[in-house]
């Protein structure tokens, strides 16, 4: 079992919805948890941070973690088509090393 | 500023090559991180640097793989004797240190292919 879940979907949706994307974990000792974006043959870009637990809005993204369940989210409000790309959850213990998901493939349709 | 760079963008080599990487980061970054991205394997750590600290190397996935750090700033991954397996994106990543460890900033990436 990987340390880190997540769908690999692709998760087709159309324009204006609202978008969730999940992972799920099975170290405890996970601190810190990382949504990063990727765009086709592109590095990839940090969206969000959640220290511990709790919630975290930025614009249109949420952030929430629930370390009870080991289970966090990402909510993207009013998609865009150019939120269309990879959604990829990441999480760091003291080590300082990422371990990621596999990324969630988004489309928003037009 | 300038973001963290990658060279070269793509690679093509023949099995039992030897590859190196370049990697050059965000200038005043203390930490330095090597990923791989595959499609069966999706983004996994290699190794990392800190400062004067000893590399990381737990993520290495064999004896054909080893990286340098030098001056601090700019780093090199080597892979001997290239196998097929090998192809993958290869990912830079630099960050401040400590708790801003978390933000890691990825270069774009060098697309190796092993023929």
């Known amino acids: 079992q990987k340390e880190v879940e997540q769908d690999p979907g692709p998760l087709s949706v159309p324009e204006g919805a609202i978008v969730s994307l999940n992972c799920t974990y099975s170290n405890s000792a996970f601190q810190y948890f990382m949504w990063y974006r990727q765009y086709s043959r592109k590095g990839p870009e940090l969206l969000m941070y959640?220290?511990?637990?709790g919630n975290k809005e930025d614009g249109r993204f949420t952030a929430q973690v629930d370390k009870s369940s080991k289970y966090i989210s990402l909510f993207i409000r009013d998609s865009q088509p150019s939120d269309s790309a990879t959604y990829l959850c990441a999480m760091m213990d003291s080590s300082y090393k990422l371990i990621f998901g596999s990324g969630t493939r988004l489309l928003v349709r037009p | 500023g300038a973001g963290v760079s990658q060279s070269p963008s793509n690679k093509v080599t023949e099995k039992g090559k030897d590859v190196e990487l370049r990697c050059d980061p965000i200038s005043g970054h203390t930490a330095l991180y090597w990923y791989r991205q595959s499609l069966g394997q999706g983004l996994e750590f290699l190794i990392y640097f800190q400062g004067n600290s000893a590399p990381d190397k737990s993520g290495l996935p064999s004896d054909r793989f080893s990286a340098e750090r030098t001056g601090g700033s700019v780093s090199t991954l080597t892979i001997q004797r290239t196998q097929q397996e090998d192809s993958a994106v290869y990912l830079c990543?630099?960050?401040?240190?400590?708790?801003?460890?978390?933000?890691?900033?990825f270069g774009p990436g060098t697309r190796l292919t092993v023929t």
């Open positions: 959640t220290y511990s637990s």
């Open positions: 990543a630099s960050s401040d240190w400590g708790e801003s460890s978390y933000e890691q900033y």
